[in-house]
């Protein structure tokens, strides 16, 4: 996969990519060229996320958590609600997890555990 520089495209190499491969008929071009448009995207912070699913579908609702240290009942108001299929669900997890390693090789790892955080930090 590759980004041009100056726009949105993504050029696709089936023979690179084979996990977009599998959505390209074998009768297609060598490469695809997908154009991005998020013109009418809003942008949203999520703190809490909550994974769902059933036979057929994925669902993830993200919400804000204004005192994850709360102590009691805490209501959390989902801004967005993804429904995808377990297919898209698995390049979304390689995705992440190629991208979430390309971080901790640049600026270390990230702990997930805010106690060993905090204690790490004394």
Avoid: W
């Avoid at 013109?39 to 005192?67: K, Q, W």
């Avoid at 995808?84 to 669900?89: C, D, G, K, P, V």
């Amino acid at each position: 996969m590759a980004k041009d520089k100056n726009s949105d495209t993504l050029k696709i190499d089936p023979e690179t990519a084979p996990e977009a491969s599998a959505a390209v008929p074998a009768a297609a071009a060598a490469q695809q060229t997908l154009t991005v448009d998020d013109a009418h995207s809003t942008a949203s912070y999520a703190n809490f996320c909550r994974v769902s699913s059933t036979p057929e579908e994925l669902i993830l609702d993200l919400g804000l958590n204004p005192n994850p240290f709360a102590q009691g009942s805490v209501t959390i108001h989902v801004g967005q609600r993804i429904i995808m299929n377990h297919f898209t669900a698995k390049r979304l997890l390689q995705a992440l997890a190629v991208t979430l390693q390309r971080h901790e090789q640049a600026f270390g790892t990230l702990e997930t555990d805010v106690m060993r955080r905090l204690r790490s930090a004394t």
